[in-house]
Nanobody, 123 residues
Framework: VQLQASGGGMVQAGGSLRLSCEASGRTFRSYAMGWFRQGPGMEREFVAATTWSGSSTYYADSVKGRFTISRDPAKNTVYLEMNSLEPEDTAVYHC?????????????????WGQGTQVTVSS
């Protein structure tokens, strides 16, 4: 199983970035796909998740209304559109896959992790 994240970079506060996570190695139709992040000196935290069908999504309160998670099953790819970025969003972002619901991913450790992609937001 591979989860390949990309799309990180450096942006000014108020800017936007889109992260991508391409999944391979198995079928993910029964899995929720999500994003976590770990800022400098911080513990890893849940950001957003979606079922593979896209029928259900779930967000951390800190990103609700600014971030949007989506997926393209034909490309086996999950996206995280990040708008109105703040310096507090600076972190390494990891994509992950977990068996179950999107909401469950917020409280349960995912089954699979991808490598991280750095997002840096300057003030």
């Amino acid at each position: 199983v591979q989860l390949q994240a990309s799309g990180g970079g450096m942006v000014q506060a108020g800017g936007s970035l889109r992260l991508s996570c391409e999944a391979s190695g198995r079928t993910f139709r029964s899995y929720a796909m999500g994003w976590f992040r770990q800022g400098p000196g911080m513990e890893r935290e849940f950001v957003a998740a979606t079922t593979w069908s896209g029928s259900s999504t779930y967000y951390a309160d800190s990103v609700k209304g600014r971030f949007t998670i989506s997926r393209d099953p034909a490309k086996n790819t999950v996206y995280l559109e990040m708008n109105s970025l703040e310096p507090e969003d600076t972190a390494v972002y990891h994509c992950a896959a977990g068996f179950g619901t999107a909401q469950a991913m917020a409280v349960m450790s995912p089954d699979f992790w991808g490598q991280g992609t750095q997002v840096t937001v300057s003030s």
